[in-house]
């Protein structure tokens, strides 16, 4: 098990930037799969990018490709988030998550560690 904090939203103009952070807790953040995923009032939570536990393989929602940049330093313990040219319709709460496994990185119900979320709003 490992703990998540995410942290660096806020608000944001349409076109801008902003990048979010989540550190784990625990010595055994490299043996994890990392994903962010979000959730926009009324909406089902959707998956966003995710990482394998080396940082060699990606993926991303159609919705943020090209856009957005999922990384991590496992020496730091942290998985990262670029967003750029942010659309009001990325507006929504993210949250970082965690599971062992490639398998279906897109699922929502397969990850077993959650942070907290952050909330990122983008104005138009």
């Known amino acids: 098990q490992v703990q998540l904090v995410e942290s660096g939203g806020g608000l944001v103009q349409a076109g801008g930037s902003l990048r979010l952070s989540c550190a784990a807790s625990?010595?055994?953040?490299?043996?994890?799969?990392m994903a962010w995923f979000r959730q926009a009032p009324g909406k089902e939570r959707e998956f966003v990018a995710g990482?394998?536990?080396?940082?060699?393989?990606?993926r991303y929602a159609d919705s943020v490709k090209g856009r957005f940049t999922i990384s991590r330093d496992n020496a730091e313990n942290t998985v990262y988030l670029q967003m750029n040219s942010l659309k009001p319709e990325d507006t929504a709460v993210y949250y970082c998550?965690?599971?062992?496994?490639?398998?279906?990185?897109?699922?929502?119900?397969?990850?077993?560690?959650w942070g907290q979320g952050t909330q990122v709003t983008v104005s138009s």
């Open positions: 998550a965690g599971k062992n496994a490639w398998f279906s990185v897109t699922s929502t119900w397969l990850y077993t560690n």
């Open positions: 625990g010595r055994t953040f490299s043996n994890y799969v």
């Open positions: 990482i394998n536990q080396s940082g060699e393989s990606t």
